[in-house]
């Protein structure tokens, strides 16, 4: 049983041992690992490897490598470097923790105890081609084991060093909208492609690879044309505004980009269908063509040269005209390789080395000067490339030379412009400092280095404001770290430059710019102010009583302020005629002001229109002298009224008197007339006498109406049987339909009666006689009342009680 489990923990021992994957890290280093990286130790942390292998190599030369691997914990480490070319080796001196391989192909850490490494590495010779470097490195825990541990790994190419590279350049940037030679165009139709165009420039001979070409509308690029020479017609639309970038690339290196000289703005419309609008082509019912360029009748695309109005053909294609006459005429019309004879020496300007100097053809050393000793530009040195002339004659070319027109002078050690002979001309008194060659005050100081070169009491300006730092020297800097100062007349410690009153020592500033000083402006942030004589807070060019502190401002400039808390306030601060106003009720004291109060002290009274002596606002009829009371408010004054009553009262008992007279008189008219016709009528029967049919009416006529117009004055006895006075009392409100005029009575029957009594007294009877009234001088009468009646006719009572009617022209007394 015993030996049972002894073979079977044997045999998994044995399984166990082949199910761990072999060991192929080590802390005392592996060769040949680098390319695939460390595989023995698992993780995913990748740390940060420096290196400083050359970006490219001189063959046959060593570099010192320097291997560092960081960002993980710990200290421990390993790596192993490969190269496919050049030889590795430990360093002779330095660290000596690393081993190469017999090859010299792989170099590794001999112990685990680093992180950084150091060897040596010669490059293969030239012409060896590109070196690979595969390098691979552990930041390792220390744990002794394979895990927890961070690698990374990476791979170098090392190129030899190739011929230096100038980056092309683009020019002549523009957009068309037909392929080169094109023009520049502003406007294309909806219709037509957009060409980019430029002129590709390689000082180097590269050709174009692959330049970068950008469009952008309204400045925003439309990257899905990028590099797409053509910007077909579908890509824009009307109204678009194209411009186009290029980036020139020669294959290696990319120039500077530059952007199209002209932007192109979409239109529309295109009779014949060339692509090309009406408004920009040339020939615009000619499919075929669309430009003319130089104008000259011959569209571009069949003219040779569409620029050039003097040439159209070019035979050999070398683009110079056949036209002799023309712009740019072909000197050799039938050979490509020249065109131009400029110096007339027979030899084309292709051919001919200086096309512009007929006694010069060849240089032999390329460096631009004939080899023609006796022709113009003769190379001094014709083998030399590097050198051509010797101007000053001392035997040193020019290029050589660092001063070629100054035979006293060859080199220029610090190369600052002078020359180091001492005693030539322009020496530098500072051969071996490229900053200095001069000390024109002997201060012992450069003058580039001394800011006070002609003034050996000063060197420096710390500041930099002009003036010296030396305070012993000439100008001294007052204000040696301040730049906008260096003088303090006055010696107040503000300089004058930003002392506003440099000369007074008591003043600095002048914040309003009035001239006057903050410390004695009592304004000092009003220029229209200085002073304040009375304390009040208003300046006294503002202050219109400047020595009042109760009042500043006089608006209608009476002399009275406009403080009503003031002294001598203005009650009408508005009203240059009017200041007291005693009574307080708004009108002006000052009796020739404006709205004057006639009645200074009664506030309740300010006018008298009538002059009455009674106020408007007390006084019943403002307008009426005479009139100043309306007690019962009948709008007759009581004075008018008094006057009417005590004639009414006078007319009523006049009335009455009448009235009686009237009685008395009738009875007396009546018993006379029937005398009389009891006497007639006697006779008659006593002489039987037939009374005739047609006898006279001895009745009395109607009486007139109380309506009629009274009479003027009471009748006499000649006038017994006309109607009896009415009083105007009686008739005052009685409206009637005209006046009516009085009717004589018929007194034929008296007359007859009479005749026929002999005895009768031929003296007609008086009528009673109204009580005469006292003569009163009356006042002229006022209008008592006035209406008008029904038939359209004015009336009048006037205060006497007589009546008036308007005829149409004046008034009639009635």
Not at 102 to 128: E, I, K, L, Q, V
Not at 217 to 240: E, F, K, M, R, W
Not at 380 to 401: C, K, L, R
Not at 760 to 767: E, I, K, L, Q
Request: negative net charge.
């Amino acid at each position: 049983m015993k030996t049972a489990l002894r073979i079977t923990a044997l045999l998994l021992s044995a399984l166990m041992l082949m199910a761990i994957p072999p060991i192929e890290g080590s802390s005392s280093g592996i060769h040949s690992q680098a390319s695939s990286g460390c595989t023995c130790h698992q993780t995913t942390i990748a740390p940060t490897i420096s290196e400083n292998f050359p970006s490219t190599y001189n063959g046959g030369q060593t570099y010192n490598i320097q291997i560092s691997v960081s960002g993980y914990a710990g200290s421990n480490g390993g790596f192993n470097v490969m190269v496919d070319k050049g030889t590795l080796s430990a360093p002779s001196v330095g660290i000596m923790s690393v081993k190469v391989n017999s090859a010299g192909t792989s170099a590794t850490h001999t112990t685990n105890s680093y992180r950084s490494w150091a060897f040596d590495w010669t490059a293969p010779s030239s012409g060896s081609g590109a070196v690979t470097v595969d390098i691979a490195a552990v930041a390792a825990n220390g744990a002794n084991g394979n895990s927890g541990d961070a690698k990374d790994q990476m791979q170098l190419t090392i190129p030899e060093p190739g011929p230096t590279n100038t980056a092309p350049t683009a020019t002549n940037v523009f957009i068309s909208d037909a392929p080169a030679p094109a023009p520049a165009i502003t406007q294309a139709y909806y219709d037509v492609d957009l060409f980019a165009n430029y002129d590709f420039n390689d000082p180097d001979g590269d050709p174009d690879t692959s330049s970068q070409i950008r469009w952008m509308n309204s400045g925003v690029t439309a990257s899905q044309y990028n590099d797409q020479p053509i910007l077909a017609q579908g890509s824009t639309a009307i109204g678009d505004l194209w411009t186009m970038s290029v980036t020139p690339n020669d294959g290696t290196d990319l120039g500077s980009t530059v952007t199209s000289t002209n932007t192109v703005e979409i239109i529309d419309y295109d009779a014949d269908s060339d692509g090309y609008g009406d408004q920009s082509d040339a020939f615009p019912n000619d499919p075929n063509e669309w430009l003319d360029t130089d104008n000259d009748g011959v569209g571009d695309n069949t003219d040779d040269f569409d620029d050039d109005a003097t040439q159209t053909t070019d035979t050999d294609g070398d683009g110079y005209g056949d036209n002799a006459s023309g712009n740019n005429p072909d000197a050799f019309p039938n050979d490509e390789e020249e065109w131009n004879d400029n110096d007339g020496d027979g030899v084309g300007d292709n051919a001919d080395a200086f096309d512009n100097d007929a006694t010069q053809t060849t240089d032999v050393d390329s460096d631009g000067y004939g080899d023609n000793a006796s022709g113009n530009n003769a190379d001094a040195f014709p083998n030399d490339p590097a050198e051509w002339t010797d101007n000053d004659g001392d035997g040193t070319g020019d290029n050589a030379d660092a001063f070629d027109n100054d035979a006293t002078q060859t080199t220029d050690a610090d190369s600052d412009g002078y020359g180091d002979n001492a005693s030539g001309n322009n020496a530098d008194a500072f051969p071996n400092n490229p900053a200095e060659w001069a000390d024109n005050d002997g201060d012992g100081t450069g003058d580039n280095a001394d800011l006070f070169d002609d003034d050996a009491t000063q060197i420096a300006d710390a500041d930099g404001d002009g003036y010296g730092d030396n305070a012993a020297g000439n100008n001294p800097d007052v204000f040696p770290n301040d730049v906008n100062e260096w003088n303090d007349t006055d010696g107040d410690g503000v300089g004058d430059n930003a002392d506003v009153f440099p000369n007074d020592a008591s003043e600095t500033v002048d914040s309003d710019g009035d001239g006057t000083g903050d410390n004695a402006d009592v304004f000092p942030n009003d220029a229209s102010e200085t002073m304040d004589t009375d304390g009040d807070g208003v300046g006294d060019n503002a202050d219109a009583f400047d020595d009042d502190a109760t009042q500043a401002t006089d608006t209608d400039g009476d002399g009275y302020g406009d403080s009503p808390q003031g002294t001598n306030a203005d009650a009408f601060p508005t009203d240059a005629t009017q200041w007291v106003d005693s009574d307080n009720d708004g009108y002006g004291d000052n009796p020739d002001g404006t709205d004057a109060d006639v009645f200074p002290s009664d506030s309740t009274e300010w006018a008298d229109s009538d002059g009455d002596g009674i106020g408007d606002n007390a006084d019943a009829f403002p307008e009426d002298a005479n009139e100043t009371l309306d007690t019962d408010g009948d709008g007759m004054g009581d004075n008018e009224q008094a006057v009417l009553e005590a004639q009414q009262a006078k007319d009523e008992e006049e009335e009455a008197a009448a009235r009686q007279q009237m009685l008395v008189g009738s009875g007396i008219a009546m018993l006379v007339i029937t005398a009389g016709v009891v006497l007639i009528l006697r006779r008659r029967i006593d002489s039987g006498a037939e009374m005739d049919e047609t006898a006279k009416d001895f009745s009395l006529p109607d009486l007139p109406s109380m309506n009629a117009q009274p009479a003027a004055e009471p009748m006499d006895t000649a006038s017994a049987y006309q109607p009896q006075p009415a009083y105007e009392a009686q008739q005052a409100y009685q409206p009637v339909a005209e006046p009516i005029a009085t009717q004589p009575v018929d007194d034929s029957a008296l007359g007859a009666f009479l005749e026929s009594t002999p005895d009768a007294d031929p003296t007609p009877v008086a009528a009673a006689s109204p009580v005469a009234a006292p003569v009163v001088d009356a006042p002229e009468p006022t209008v008592a009342n006035q209406w008008t009646d029904e038939s359209g006719h004015t009336w009048r009572v006037m205060s006497d009680g007589s009546n008036r009617w308007w005829n149409g022209t004046d008034w009639q007394k009635v």
